[in-house]
């Protein structure tokens, strides 16, 4: 049973994009500029026009503008898929259709539900993949799609869910709780966060009539009582470190030394040293503001990780698996982050507890500029996990051939 008292160093929905994203978003959209508003949602326009006319008709090609114009990408991504790690399903086939309601069964194979299939695709349709070439950019690709296109398992998105106008529709789903609506409604309900600090157009379903006044996003970050020698002893993050404030450094250095050696560690000592290297165990406390920062890492809300660290938060912590924020950038923007945490003292090299680097992370997310900072920056190519496998090993094998035809128009 979850901890009814967890305290929660961030109160923000992650799964929302960072404000300053959705404000490019939302003046690029209103523009006109769909394409723009998509690079600035993290999502490459991967269509020509010119083609869907060639391949449907003059009437098909107005309606895939008409839903450009209306397409909000950055409330597109408040709805995406995403697994425990918070990575977006690069092989999962996501269908924007029109219709406002899309309910299906788990693991329904719609080519086994013909009437079903034609219900929800009249016409063709935007659809979301991973890239169709080597030569594509890494990530999230908007094309064109229909029936006759698609694999055997997909996953339809409702209208309401990416378009800008469908105001109505969206606060129906919100009301009537829909499945794509339960998140945001969870983070509500529990207190976690305020709906000011909803994306505008989720806002907008929520609160209908009110006016949004996000406000000030502050991290607190609060001493946490440690048991130690049979004594509560303070520790407290900030500076950028996490601090002993009942010791002094030479006796913590003394303890961690007589660990090191073999003996125990116990109390402060022993703290300091999970937060150090994720081994061992760590004052929960301290776990939940580690937790915030990584899930935060994780949902690529790079603005609330570098605000934590303006605040003072600590950039070396481990997690549990041993890994460090550098384990995370194929998440986040690694031009802002990646030069601070090398200037922090964090190893470009450094293994977690399955031996992997930065590297085979970055390799393994397939995620090929980070892999070039990381190599620019000293990562080691030659160094193998606990399973004897090199980074480059682990980028994966993408069916370049299934997404392009799933994307290329026919013929």
């Given at each position: 049973?979850?901890?009814?008292?967890?305290?929660?160093?961030?109160?923000?929905?992650?799964?929302?994009?960072?404000?300053?994203?959705?404000?490019?978003?939302?003046?690029?959209?209103?523009?006109?500029?769909?394409?723009?508003?998509?690079?600035?949602?993290?999502?490459?326009?991967?269509?020509?026009?010119?083609?869907?006319?060639?391949?449907?008709?003059?009437?098909?090609?107005?309606?895939?503008?008409?839903?450009?114009?209306?397409?909000?990408?950055?409330?597109?991504?408040?709805f995406l898929p995403s697994d425990h790690l918070h990575r977006y399903h690069w092989g999962r086939v996501l269908v924007l259709t029109r219709r406002v309601h899309v309910h299906r069964p788990r693991g329904a194979?719609?080519?086994?539900?013909?009437?079903?299939?034609?219900?929800?695709?009249?016409?063709?349709?935007?659809?979301?993949?991973?890239?169709?070439?080597?030569?594509?950019?890494?990530?999230?690709?908007?094309?064109?799609t229909d029936a006759s296109r698609l694999p055997n398992y997909w996953t339809p998105l409702p209208l309401w869910c990416w378009d800008a106008e469908a105001v109505?529709?969206?606060?129906?789903?919100?009301?009537?709780?829909?499945l794509e609506t339960l998140g945001d409604a969870a983070c509500l309900e529990s207190g976690l966060t305020s709906a000011h600090d909803l994306h505008p157009l989720v806002f907008g379903a929520v609160r209908p009539g009110q006016e949004q006044r996000p406000?000030?996003?502050r991290f607190d970050l609060p001493e946490v009582m440690v048991r130690c020698t049979g004594r509560w002893h303070r520790m407290r993050v900030g500076d950028g470190r996490l601090a002993a404030l009942d010791h002094t450094p030479q006796e913590i250095q003394r303890e961690l030394t007589l660990g090191a050696l073999g003996?125990?560690?116990?109390?402060?000592?022993?703290?300091?040293?999970?937060?150090?290297?994720?081994?061992?165990?760590?004052?929960k406390r301290l776990r939940w503001q580690r937790t915030d920062l990584y899930r935060a890492a994780r949902h690529g809300r790079a603005d609330v990780v570098?605000?934590?660290?303006?605040?003072?938060?600590?950039?070396?912590?481990?997690?549990?698996?041993?890994?460090?924020?550098?384990?995370?950038?194929?998440?986040?923007?690694?031009?802002?982050?990646?030069?601070?945490?090398?200037?922090?003292?964090?190893?470009?090299?450094g293994a977690d507890k399955e031996g992997g680097t930065p590297l085979h992370h970055a390799e393994e997310a397939d995620a090929r500029e980070l892999v070039a900072a990381l190599l620019a920056a000293g990562a080691d190519?030659?160094?193998?996990?606990?399973?004897?496998?090199?980074?480059?090993?682990l980028r994966p094998a993408l069916r370049y051939d299934?997404?392009?035809?799933?994307?290329?128009?026919?013929?």
């Open positions: 049973m979850a901890d009814q008292r967890r305290e929660h160093l961030i109160r923000l929905p992650l799964h929302h994009p960072a404000p300053d994203v959705v404000a490019e978003c939302t003046r690029l959209r209103q523009a006109g500029d769909w394409a723009g508003a998509c690079r600035a949602a993290g999502l490459t326009p991967s269509l020509d026009l010119t083609e869907v006319r060639a391949e449907y008709g003059l009437t098909a090609a107005e309606q895939i503008a008409a839903d450009l114009r209306r397409l909000a990408p950055d409330l597109l991504r408040v194979d719609f080519r086994r539900e013909p009437q079903r299939l034609i219900e929800l695709l009249d016409g063709p349709l935007l659809v979301i993949t991973g890239p169709a070439s080597p030569d594509e950019r890494r990530g999230l690709h908007l094309g064109v109505a529709e969206r606060r129906a789903a919100y009301e009537s709780r829909d406000g000030p996003v003996g125990p560690v116990q109390g402060c000592a022993a703290a300091l040293r999970a937060w150090q290297t994720g081994h061992g165990r760590l004052p570098i605000a934590l660290l303006d605040a003072g938060f600590d950039p070396a912590v481990a997690e549990g698996s041993g890994g460090t924020l550098l384990h995370t950038l194929s998440h986040l923007d690694h031009e802002l982050l990646l030069p601070r945490l090398l200037a922090a003292g964090l190893p470009v090299n190519p030659d160094v193998r996990d606990r399973y004897g496998r090199l980074p480059a090993k299934a997404v392009a035809k799933i994307r290329t128009p026919l013929g």
